[in-house]
């Protein structure tokens, strides 16, 4: 689950309360002290702390996401069974949904930020032990819990980095777009190296249960766009087409191990490092209740034409990804070179989303998002019709890693830029956009996660193509309306136009994202 700040109000739905200053615990007073009443030294010393605080909360992120990003790529392969898999990640997503609306508000409103992350956190934990023994009754209810705890888990992350960000500006003179950049791009510099660390420690363990070199004799016949998820036969599973290199019991052991003991240190990690919020912004009473917020996204959709027309191209975002983690895995990798080449693959995904999720930032900034959407469009489109004829071979493994990066080349765009095109077209009303948001992506989760036992791979990746196609067409037409609109705005008043137009500009530029649930 990604997010975004725009002029410090916080995209999961919550916003910073207009007279109120935000501040991290000092670490010396634990209270807050006024910027024009400090000396050098405690400025310095406070701006430490800040620091610190970000480093702390990244770091916690990137443990807990180490072991769950990873297993997440997992599930779909180690889980076939009944499809258990991709059914535990569409529950993750559908909860998601209610949990973005409703839990939030409650849980940091008792709780507390800090204590919010470790319970949630905990959730996460929990979903990895679940892991050890997979049946329906296990699996499920830790995903649902996951689900729940995602939005305030995410909610939390946004307002500690936000709150920081605001006081560091204040202490360092500095505006607050850009500190709000800097802390959220370090964030996810840190958080998305996660990807390159959980699939490395899977692809270590579990390449000491096969070969090398192991690749399905037949895999030009069952795999690829010609793998089915669920076997043909479900009484004859000898003629099914499902992955069967799973690896031995005990190397799927050893390596929940090694994710549980990661997340276990990811929640004592945050518990004992991480300073608490002071301030009003530590428990939140003044949120926007969950049913108004709810109401307020509904009644978005149908009073601007600009959001009706990227909801396809939105929900083509979760469509996209849940191919990657719960498809692109199971039918090209494990299926084509064995479970144990999932964790390389999805590296150089992650390497090359993280990578261009940074560099596309500063590029559009000079080009503007526009050609940067068009590239996407077609190296996706690129993609996937490769993905269409092409037949695994032994002679062109690298093709697997070259799809994965292209992936995620696309991936790191439209995570990045239909998010700067939310607070692009809707800077004055945040909660009910940025909720649209969240609901149409996780719709597009739930969607293709749903259906992902049912059908075949070719028949996902032509539904992949006619959702980009009709997004792009939407998107398009967007752009068409957003320019006329701003046009309109300018004639009318351009000074304050103007200064908000170039704002977005540079807030969409900077804009860091990240995955996962």
């Known amino acids: 689950?990604?997010?975004?700040?725009?002029?410090?109000?916080?995209?999961?739905?919550?916003?910073?309360?207009?007279?109120?200053?935000?501040?991290?615990?000092?670490?010396?007073?634990?209270?807050?002290?006024?910027?024009?009443?400090?000396?050098?030294?405690?400025?310095?010393?406070?701006?430490?702390?800040?620091?610190?605080?970000?480093?702390?909360?990244?770091?916690?992120?990137?443990?807990?996401?180490?072991?769950?990003?990873?297993?997440?790529?997992?599930?779909?392969?180690?889980?076939?069974?009944?499809?258990?898999?991709?059914?535990?990640?569409?529950?993750?997503?559908?909860?998601?949904?209610?949990?973005?609306?409703?839990?939030?508000?409650?849980?940091?409103?008792?709780?507390?930020?800090?204590?919010?992350?470790?319970?949630?956190?905990?959730?996460?934990?929990?979903?990895?032990?679940?892991?050890?023994?997979?049946?329906?009754?296990?699996?499920?209810?830790?995903?649902?819990?996951?689900?729940?705890?995602?939005a305030p888990l995410w909610s939390s992350k946004c307002a500690y980095l936000t709150t920081s960000a605001i006081r560091y500006c204040e202490l360092n003179k500095e505006t607050q777009e850009a500190v709000v950049t800097r802390f959220f791009g370090i964030f996810f510099l840190i958080f998305q190296s996660g990807q390159i660390w959980g699939n490395l420690i899977s692809s270590m363990v579990l390449k000491t249960g096969e070969g090398e070199d192991a690749f399905r004799p037949n895999a030009a016949e069952v795999c690829g766009a010609k793998f089915f998820t669920m076997p043909k036969d479900p009484v004859n599973k000898t003629n099914s087409t499902h992955a069967s290199y799973k690896p031995p019991q005990k190397l799927v052991i050893t390596m929940l191990s090694i994710y549980v003991a990661i997340g276990a240190f990811a929640v004592v990690f945050i518990m004992i490092f991480l300073k608490r919020l002071t301030g009003s912004m530590s428990r939140k009473k003044d949120e926007v209740s969950g049913m108004k917020l709810l109401i307020a996204t509904m009644k978005h959709v149908w009073q601007d034409h600009r959001m009706k027309l990227i909801v396809p191209l939105t929900i083509y975002s979760g469509l996209e990804q849940a191919f990657v983690f719960g498809d692109f895995t199971a039918a090209f990798v494990t299926c084509s070179i064995g479970i144990h080449r999932v964790g390389l693959v999805m590296i150089c995904f992650g390497v090359t989303d993280a990578a261009f999720s940074f560099i596309l930032g500063k590029l559009t900034q000079y080009t503007g998002r526009f050609p940067i959407f068009l590239a996407g469009f077609f190296v996706h489109l690129t993609a996937i019709v490769t993905m269409l004829v092409w037949m695994p071979s032994r002679d062109y493994v690298w093709v697997f890693y070259v799809l994965a990066a292209l992936q995620g080349f696309c991936d790191a765009i439209w995570q990045t830029q239909i998010n700067a095109l939310y607070g692009c077209y809707f800077p004055d009303n945040q909660e009910p956009a940025f909720s649209n948001y969240r609901l149409w992506e996780s719709l597009g989760f739930v969607v293709a996660f749903a259906y992902g036992n049912y059908l075949g791979i070719s028949v996902k990746l032509y539904i992949l193509l006619t959702v980009l196609l009709q997004g792009m067409m939407g998107y398009f037409a967007s752009e068409i309306i957003h320019y006329r609109k701003e046009k309109n705005s300018l004639d009318i008043s351009p000074g304050p136009g103007t200064e908000m137009a170039q704002t977005n500009a540079a807030l969409e530029g900077e804009d860091q994202l990240s995955k996962k649930a």
């Open 1 to 150: 689950m990604e997010h975004r700040v725009e002029n410090g109000k916080i995209e999961n739905g919550f916003a910073l309360p207009e007279n109120t200053k935000p501040t991290v615990i000092d670490s010396q007073n634990a209270k807050t002290l006024d910027v024009s009443m400090m000396t050098p030294a405690q400025k310095r010393r406070e701006k430490i702390a800040i620091l610190k605080n970000v480093l702390t909360i990244s770091m916690g992120f990137l443990f807990l996401f180490t072991a769950f990003q990873s297993l997440q790529n997992l599930q779909s392969s180690l889980n076939v069974d009944e499809g258990r898999g991709l059914a535990s990640l569409s529950v993750i997503y559908a909860s998601l949904i209610v949990s973005c609306m409703f839990v939030p508000p409650y849980l940091i409103g008792r709780l507390g930020c800090k204590w919010a992350l470790v319970v949630s956190m905990i959730s996460y934990v929990l979903y990895t032990v679940a892991n050890y023994y997979v049946q329906w009754w296990t699996l499920i209810p830790a995903s649902f819990l996951v689900g729940l705890s995602a």
